[in-house]
Structure formats: structure tokens, C-alpha cells
Nanobody, 124 residues
Framework: QVQLVESGGGLVQAGGSLRLSCAAS????????MGWFRQAPGTERDFVAA????????LHADSVKGRFTISRDNAKNTVYLQMNSLKSEDTAVYYC?????????????????WGQGTQVTVSA
């Protein structure tokens, strides 16, 4: 059974940093692309970042470009989201997702598997 488990969320002051991790198991292969999405209360789930199966291609939402970086370690079946210069508007539940598409994709409907989410709260 496919499992995605996020970790690394928490409370941080504005301007601070966090690194989220997502450990994949149970049939997620290294040729799957991976992504991060986030959802604040009362809003839709939004794209944050995506990475292709081999890490050769990445996408980042305009709102996080230059501050967040997605990466992956296929030997560890883990994808990361390094978040720097955090702002209060980054507060949300962050979800890891896996897609059978090899290239990085920002489309939510391309992702078949989702983690349970990890809360990130940025205080002003």
C-alpha cells in the first residue's frame, strides 16, 4: 500500500526557516514525480513545488520562488521542501503528493497519492 508521510512542520517566526520531509513507501518508485501543495483554512489546495522523477526538473509557485526549494533523494525515497524567509501567508497545512507522470507537474489532478499533511504556522 502506498504511503506518504510528511514531517518537519511546526511553529516558526516570520523570516525563519523550516525543512519539510516526505518519506514514500509501498510502491512509489523513483520514476514518479513528486510535489508539495498547501491549504489554508477556507481556501483551496494550492500548488507549491514539484520535482521530476530524477530531480532534473523543478517547478515552484511564483509566491514561493526564491524562498522555497524542492529536492529529492531517491536512494532514501524522500522528497524535501526547504522553506526560507517564511511569511505569515505561508501558514497552511502542507501536503506531499506523488504522480505517475515522470516530469514535474503543477496540476493537482495529476497526483494520485497524498500524505496526511503537516501544519506550518508562521507567526508575525
Amino acid at each position: 500500500q502506498v504511503q506518504l508521510v510528511e514531517s518537519g512542520g511546526g511553529l516558526v517566526q516570520a523570516g525563519g526557516s523550516l525543512r519539510l520531509s516526505c518519506a514514500a513507501s509501498g510502491g512509489i518508485y523513483s520514476y514518479d514525480s513528486m510535489g508539495w501543495f498547501r491549504q489554508a483554512p477556507g481556501t483551496e489546495r494550492d500548488f507549491v513545488a514539484a520535482i521530476s522523477w530524477n530531480g532534473g526538473s523543478t517547478l515552484h509557485a511564483d509566491s514561493v520562488k526564491g524562498r522555497f526549494t524542492i529536492s529529492r533523494d531517491n536512494a532514501k525515497n524522500t522528497v524535501y521542501l526547504q522553506m526560507n524567509s517564511l511569511k505569515s501567508e505561508d501558514t497552511a497545512v502542507y501536503y506531499c503528493a506523488a504522480s505517475s507522470i515522470m516530469g514535474a507537474t503543477r496540476a493537482l489532478y495529476d497526483y494520485a497519492y497524498w500524505g496526511q499533511g503537516t501544519q506550518v504556522t508562521v507567526s508575525a
